[in-house]
Structures are given as structure tokens and as C-alpha cells.
């Protein structure tokens, strides 16, 4: 992400404009039992972002960080099988959203009515925060791991 930024800004600041989207997820901010490397890598990433929004102000570049909850995709459903075998089989059917949705956010603050959101690290989690942690944290009894 670092040297990405340092390639793409120039140029983005050459043209007086430009969008930078992180995506990370709500364990940036909400701890995941036996995840403790993720959670940190998404706090950075997040944390990076909001650093670049804020040393890029004024210039028509913005930069925020989406933090994207329980997406419907196939390595998700394999990640939530071997991780957390004890969730109902049912738990992305009713918590995981369509990817697509997520894609909805980013055109969203592409458009000229995204340029005042800069330095956002936007939820887009569905109560995933509130709720799956909670069950991510039990074993098939209930008890903290």
C-alpha cells in the first residue's frame, strides 16, 4: 500500500485530483479471537489512510478506508467453515452481504458528491461489529475460546 501510494500521488496531484479507497474490515477497530495479526494490519491500513487524507487536503485527492464486514464470496464461506466451524451453517446467508453493494460505496465517492468525504473510515458492516464477534468469540458452547 505504501509504495502504491507513492507511485499513484504524484500523478494525482499532477492532475489536481484523485480518489484513494483502502478497503480493510471492522476488525481494524474490533478485536477477532486468534486474528491478532489481521486485526493489526487492518488498524494499520486504516490508520495510513486517514495519515494521507490529512497530508493531502486541499489538493483534490482524498483518501478514506472502507471497512467491509461479512462479504458473501466464496473464500469467505471457506474462511468462516475452517475458522468457526461452531457459527450456524446459515450465518453468511443472513449476514453476508452482496459484493456488489460494497462496489455501490466506492462508485458513490468516486461521483462529484463524494468529494467532501476525506479522511472516513467508512462502516459498511451491517451490524457485523455488534453481532459477529460476539459468535466469533464463543466455541460450539458458547464459552470464550
Not at 486474528?35 to 483534490?60: D, I, K, N, P, W
Not at 467453515?81 to 453476508?96: F, N
Request: neutral net charge; aromatic residues 6%.
Amino acid at each position: 500500500m505504501f509504495l502504491t501510494r507513492r507511485a499513484v500521488v504524484p500523478v494525482m496531484l499532477q492532475q489536481g485530483q484523485g480518489k484513494i479507497f483502502n478497503l480493510t474490515s471492522p476488525a481494524s477497530s474490533t478485536p477477532v479471537p486468534e486474528a491478532s495479526a489481521y486485526c493489526a494490519s487492518r488498524a494499520a491500513t486504516e490508520h495510513l489512510s486517514a495519515v494521507l487524507a490529512a497530508e493531502l487536503a486541499g489538493t483534490g485527492v482524498t483518501s478514506n478506508s472502507i471497512n467491509i464486514g461479512a462479504t458473501d464470496t466464496p473464500v469467505f464461506r471457506e474462511v468462516i467453515a475452517t475458522l468457526y466451524p461452531h457459527l450456524p451453517h446459515d450465518w453468511v446467508d443472513r449476514w453476508g452481504r452482496d459484493p456488489v453493494e460494497a462496489a455501490a460505496m466506492v462508485v458513490y465517492l468516486c461521483t462529484r458528491a463524494g468529494d467532501g468525504v476525506n479522511g472516513q473510515s467508512l462502516q459498511w458492516s451491517d451490524g457485523w461489529i455488534r453481532r459477529g464477534v460476539q459468535l466469533l468469540s464463543r466455541d460450539g458452547a458458547g464459552r470464550s475460546r
